[in-house]
């Protein structure tokens, strides 16, 4: 790893309203930690998908297209980045929300909904949900590939 990457650090704050048309600057803000933490293209696309299902949801289904902020914060080190996505929608819990795949049933004949969710929660090394102080509190990790003792989960 480079040595600048080694010590490079960085944390960075944003404030967007809650469309559709934010995801973009979330997304940049994203991938510019990624890059700062010397995430290869895997994590890097990891961590970004899933925050963006997490922010599309809070518009889609949290504010229901109405008026709305979502805050990010993020922190990048050596080998990781760390992303907290607040919103003050009502409280929805991502893991409670999941729909794990279920191999048994056709992808025609599956319930809609939940499946993005699963698919952002198990690419992420690390996450926490709270609720807290009237806000949902969603806090992703994904650390570079060969840094992390287990590996991500299917």
Not at 46 to 63: Q, S
Not at 141 to 148: F, I, L, P, R
Request: net charge positive; proline share 8%; aromatic share 4%.
């Amino acid at each position: 790893m480079d040595e600048a990457v080694k010590t490079a650090r960085m944390s960075a704050e944003m404030h967007v309203p809650a469309t559709l048309g934010a995801l973009d600057d979330i997304a940049a803000l994203v991938l510019r930690l990624a890059g700062r933490a010397g995430l290869g293209k895997g994590a890097s696309y990891r961590i970004r998908l899933a925050v963006d299902e997490l922010a599309t949801n809070i518009v889609m289904h949290g504010y229901r297209g109405g008026d709305g902020r979502i805050t990010v914060r993020g922190r990048s080190g050596p080998g990781r980045v760390q992303i907290s996505i607040e919103d003050r929608a009502p409280a929805f819990d991502p893991v409670q929300g999941r729909l794990p795949p279920d191999p048994q049933t056709a992808p025609e004949r599956r319930r809609i909904g939940g499946l993005g969710i699963h698919l952002a929660l198990t690419s992420v090394d690390e996450f926490d949900y709270v609720r807290r102080d009237g806000r949902n509190i969603s806090t992703l990790t994904v650390m570079a590939e060969g840094t992390d003792p287990c590996p991500p989960r299917p």
